[in-house]
């Protein structure tokens, strides 16, 4: 990774060079940052911490070399966030896809399925309240617009149908204009 991050600043030393999207970090790296999906509790102690004692602990954060933990002097980015699962399908109660995911025949999320758009609202708006309340995170990314093969993750479904409801869009965008 510092490797290539040096060939990287090579070719522009003047734009900001992450070495590894939320995965293990090396010795080089302008950013920190780390993914966090559907685990609000989990997300509101890292980002505490983060503000509170300037640390940063996430899981595939650092490698077993205890020189490369976070010592506060670079920003830190959640580089993906949210996975919250509208699916129209029926969601299975257990997932063959891992621990913290939900399923259905064709689709799969993060967490436990959003029972309807308004509880996938809801769920949006507590995320997004507390990333806007941290002091020290420097950016996020929502993940995703829309529904990507198996992810029923989105806004809009693959076909780029909405999933949503007018009124539930508009408290989207409330939401995003609140926090801006």
């Known amino acids: 990774m510092d490797a290539v991050y040096g060939f990287t600043k090579t070719l522009d030393s003047t734009r900001p060079c992450v070495e590894s999207s ?3 970090h090396g010795h080089s790296t302008d950013l920190f940052d780390f993914h966090c999906y559907e685990e609000l509790p989990a997300l509101k102690k890292i980002l505490r911490d983060l503000d509170e004692n300037g640390t940063l602990e996430s899981k595939l954060l650092y490698s077993q070399d205890e020189n490369l933990k976070y010592t506060g ?3 830190v980015n959640l580089s993906e966030c949210g996975g919250i699962c509208l699916s129209r399908g029926k969601i299975a109660e257990t997932s063959t896809v891992g621990e913290g995911a939900v399923e259905s025949e064709t689709t799969w999320g993060y967490g436990k399925g959003a029972s309807d758009g308004d509880d996938f609202v809801e769920r949006y708006d507590a995320l997004m309240k507390t990333i806007g309340a941290s002091k020290k995170l420097s950016g996020f990314c929502y993940t995703q617009l829309y529904d ?7 806004f809009y479904d693959y076909n780029r149908a909405d999933k949503l409801t ?3 869009k508009q408290r989207i965008k409330e939401i995003n204009d609140s926090i801006i």
Do not use: M, R
């Open 148 to 154: 990507i093969e198996q992810e029923c993750n989105g």
């Open 73 to 75: 002097d670079v920003p």
């Open 22 to 24: 939320g995965g293990y």
């Open 166 to 168: 007018p009124a539930q």
